[in-house]
């Protein structure tokens, strides 16, 4: 798939995509809620926005400190309406404008509403609209809504995140580490080290490219980066 210059290719991009898509493509008589869910740090948020930006999709990410009504207010926000004051006016204005614009709503970090009990209202703007939307957790977030049947039956697909693969990681690569040629192997151990995490890749061929530029080294391989360390997520042990 084609994505801009600053989003890589990687499959996480792509499932995210076909996500939205199924929901988007779907006959009337189907459900229109799909699940883009897995692990953090394994692009998910990248992901949504690269899929936000292809279908000119209202986009809101979630804090854990949000009511149904701060949910409502921030994708008024979003699509540039200025909320009313009930929540009942609020979600009628959410629903009347998802029809009228055709557009998908992504709401990113989904697992904050379920754990504030506001699931429901993304049910109700659903019901309101039968707008496609785009739910983005972590990986336990399909077992969480089970408790909420009325969301959970409404799901039309379910797409788990992928680890970073091998390709995965040389598609960052060519992305991140511009200026300096980071040899196979070397990027071969940084993969290793990062379990999947698009994230901890970035970290760590961010870290070679730096180091090598300060070092005035445009080219790079595993013998030269030696035994200095590479970011793992575990926090180092210290030395007393």
């Avoid at 998802?98 to 019901?127: F, T």
């Avoid at 909420?148 to 580490?177: F, K, N």
Wanted: proline fraction near 4%; charge should be neutral; include cysteine.
């Amino acid at each position: 798939m084609e994505t801009n210059g600053t989003t890589a290719p990687i499959q996480n991009v792509a499932i995210c995509a076909s996500a939205i898509g199924k929901a988007m493509d779907r006959p009337a008589h189907l459900p229109g809620m799909v699940c883009f869910y897995g692990p953090s740090g394994w692009g998910k948020s990248s992901a949504a926005a690269y899929a936000a930006n292809a279908n000119r999709a209202y986009y809101v990410e979630a804090k854990s400190s949000w009511t149904r009504k701060a949910l409502l207010i921030a994708i008024l926000r979003e699509i540039g309406i200025v909320p009313a004051r009930t929540i009942y006016e609020l979600t009628d204005q959410v629903s009347e404008q998802l029809v009228l614009s055709q557009r998908p709503l992504i709401v990113d970090e989904m697992d904050h509403l379920v754990d504030r009990n506001a699931v429901e209202v993304v049910r109700d703007i659903y019901e309101g609209s039968n707008a496609a939307i785009l739910l983005i957790g972590e990986e336990m977030l399909p077992s969480k809504l089970k408790k909420w049947e009325r969301v959970h039956g409404r799901m039309l697909h379910w797409a788990p995140a992928q680890p970073a693969s091998i390709d995965d990681a040389t598609h960052l690569r060519a992305l991140y580490s511009r200026g300096v040629d980071i040899a196979d192997d070397l990027l071969g151990w940084i993969h290793e080290l990062s379990k999947g995490s698009v994230r901890r890749i970035c970290v760590n061929l961010e870290r070679v490219t730096s180091e090598a530029k300060g070092k005035g080294q445009m080219a790079v391989d595993l013998d030269w980066w030696g035994g200095r360390e590479l970011f793992t997520g575990e926090a180092p042990v210290r030395r007393v």
